[in-house]
């Protein structure tokens, strides 16, 4: 019996709702599977436990996760919490912290659901992007606060050992799947510094892939191409900043962000990487029973991917694809299945 220690971490909102329902379907998959078992173990850290004690992560709270195979991370962020805050308390920390500078992001629209577009049914694409520095490296800074002189900065970091590495990445996923094409996303006709390093390296590493067929796109105009020409895509790399607008664009068009998974992977697996439905806390819903959890599912089968376990995998997405084909859907997707029969749903389609 391979075993796999999870840390479970829910956070806010409807993380709580949907991390509970992954770790069901988990649990259920486990052990009809008999071939793997995960040990959970419950981490409270959530913008309540920050009220309470005046921080997100408690003292060699870092320490301890690196203990574990793998992080299953629920949401961050509270309508009485600034999101700075929360963001930056817990989120960061870890991605950051664990150098889990891949993220990625697939979307594909699942049987039974309807894209938006016209097009949409066509959308497999998956979006991957730079997670530890670029815009949201935390560097910059205020002066005169509240006086009308008042300077703030927020400066994008770069570097080649960064951009480099998620150019790599990039280039290996893309090289994997049928198309073997990859869009580079860039800004580099109005960012002339980071951007146009961001783009010279990545035709350095290009070199190296030849078989892997390449477009460079502005990211203003690749918004355009996802809704017009969704057939020109397929993986797409992209900044901190572009690629989290891109990813939750990407979602819309295959349904809803409740289907969205996201893997933050550290690739060199020197410290556990997280899994997260990209969904966020989503206040609005939260205690309606009506959260979807297909996005944690997909997230889970990513999980089980990353620890090995394919075959595991694989039958969970046939599960949940064999749910969602019976248009078993909650209502953010036109239906009114609540979060329960959606989850009990899969547990029998297992």
Known sequence: MREYKIAAIPGDGIGLEVIAAGLQVLKVLGERDRGFKLNVEHFPWSSDYYKKHGYYIPEGGL???????????????????????????????????????????????????TSPLREGQDIDWVVIRENTEGEYSGSGGRAHRGLPEEVATETSIFTRVGVTRIHKFAFELARKRPRKHLTLVT???????????????????????????????????????????????????ATNLHADILSDLAAALTGSLGIAPTA???????????????????????????????????????MLEHLGEK?????????????????????????????????????DAL
Not at 63 to 82: H, R, S, W
Not at 213 to 227: E, G, H, P, S
Not at 295 to 300: L, R
Not at 325 to 339: C, F, H, I, W, Y
Request: net charge negative; with cysteine; glycine share 6%.
């Open 187 to 237: 800004k580099s006709n109005a960012q002339r510094h980071g951007m146009v390093m961001w783009d010279e390296i990545f035709y350095e590493v290009a070199k190296d892939y030849p078989d892997v067929k390449t477009q460079r796109i502005l990211v203003d105009a690749v918004t355009t191409n996802m809704v017009l020409k969704t057939w020109s895509l397929d993986t797409i790399v």
């Open 63 to 113: 320490e301890k996760l690196k203990q574990f195979d793998a992080i299953f991370f629920g949401a961050v962020g509270a309508p009485d919490v600034p999101d700075h805050v929360s963001l930056w308390g817990l989120r960061l920390p870890i991605c950051q912290g664990f150098d889990q500078y891949a993220n990625v992001r697939p979307a594909r629209v699942l049987p039974g659901i």
């Open 264 to 302: 933050n992977l550290n690739p060199e697996r020197r410290f556990p990487s997280m899994f997260e439905p990209i969904h966020g806390s989503a206040f609005d819903i939260t205690g309606k029973g009506i959260a979807n959890p297909v996005a944690t599912f997909w997230t889970a089968s990513i």
């Open 311 to 347: 075959e595991a995998s694989v039958r969970l997405m046939k599960a949940v694809e064999t749910v969602t084909a019976r248009k078993l859907l909650t209502p953010d997707l036109g239906g009114e299945a609540t979060t329960a029969i959606v989850t009990e749903a899969v547990c």
